[in-house]
């Protein structure tokens, strides 16, 4: 647990310096030199992988072609470091050229996609996630994260105060009518899986996507308790919407949060999958203007319960 933690510290501090130097003109410099070097390190850490020959780790396919695609991340992020390149992104998502916490952001972004393409492209990601065992205490912890990662990531203790934290997350006791909104969005996902399913099991004669002993995160978490299914469930609808529909998507809009939100399941690395957790991630993202952040965080949770409760 200790090891999780430290693995997810170098990112927090970086976040808490882009936002502290935000303001301060004469130490920006220092955020681009501490993401200039992260990049480095996550460039060699490819090159190192890319030289590894055999099974280095379990459940791995091939680990020059990890290395690769980490070394082509690390290179695509050096991108964002050109003025060019993040004024052509100003004219389609909510950045500004000259924030360097903006830039450090698509970093965060890029990085995510190649790291979860480098991981699904190279392991089998069900095998490794049994392997590591992926616990209850492992899901709090990386669900934690996330909502450090969104409360740092938009300036708490550096460019803004709790009370303004939260109003930049949307986070708010949701009225009756918004609780009334995130039901009825969560049948409309149900009602978007069921669709895609019953498509799906006349074209090939069975749907995965009916089948929840299929759903690759109950493959991964195995036996699963009442308790485990709301600590599993609370987990993910609270960290995942924090950070994505509370912190990402006001940048990025909902396009491409859905694609970062889809891409981070790599357990579910197929076109169907990607495409329905795509949708259901913009159905999510128009959820958040009717009912806010704490609506599509009651929809995610009911969702993930229904899920987990119906194999217990």
């Known amino acids: ?29 220092l ?3 501490f993401l200039g070097l992260s990049i480095v390190l996550v460039i060699l850490t490819g090159a190192a992988s890319a030289m590894l020959t055999g099974d280095e780790s379990p459940g791995l396919k ?16 050096l991108l964002f470091f050109l003025r060019p390149v993040r004024a052509a992104l ?6 500004r050229p000259d924030n360097w916490l903006h830039a450090t952001c698509l970093v965060f972004a890029m990085l995510l996609i190649g790291m979860s393409l480098a991981t699904a492209a190279a392991f089998d990601v069900i095998s490794l996630s049994k392997t590591a065992g992926t616990g209850p205490e492992s899901i709090v912890i990386q669900d ?7 409360l740092f990531g938009v300036g708490w203790l ?37 669709a895609i399913g019953l498509a799906e099991k006349a074209a090939k004669g069975g749907s995965n996507l009916l089948e929840t002993n ?3 995160t109950i493959q991964i978490l195995g036996a699963i308790t009442v308790v485990t299914a709301i600590i599993y469930s609370l987990g993910a609808g609270i960290g995942e919407e924090i950070l994505f529909r509370g912190a990402a998507q ?53 969702y993930n319960l229904i899920l987990f409760l119906s194999v217990v």
């Open 1 to 29: 647990m200790a090891v999780e933690v430290l693995a997810f510290l170098p990112g927090l501090l970086l976040l808490v310096l882009a936002n502290y130097t935000e303001k301060r003109k004469e130490l920006r410099i």
């Open 31 to 33: 955020t681009q030199i």
């Open 62 to 77: 091939n680990a020059p072609l990890y290395g690769y695609i980490i070394v082509l991340t690390g290179l695509a992020s």
């Open 90 to 95: 100003a004219k389609v998502i909510n950045i």
């Open 144 to 150: 934690a994260f996330f909502v450090l990662l969104a």
């Open 158 to 194: 550096t460019r803004r105060k709790w009370k303004a934290v939260l109003k930049r997350l949307d986070l708010r006791v949701p009225k009756p009518k918004e609780v009334g909104w995130s039901l009825v969005f969560l049948a409309l996902i149900f009602a978007v899986i069921i």
């Open 214 to 216: 299929e759903d690759p």
């Open 250 to 302: 006001p940048m990025f809009g909902i396009a491409l949060t859905s694609a970062l939100f889809a891409i981070m399941h790599i357990q579910y690395f197929d076109v169907l999958s990607m495409s329905m957790l795509f949708i259901i991630s913009v159905i999510l993202g128009y959820e958040r203007k009717f009912a806010g952040t704490v609506g599509c965080i009651i929809t995610h949770t009911l």
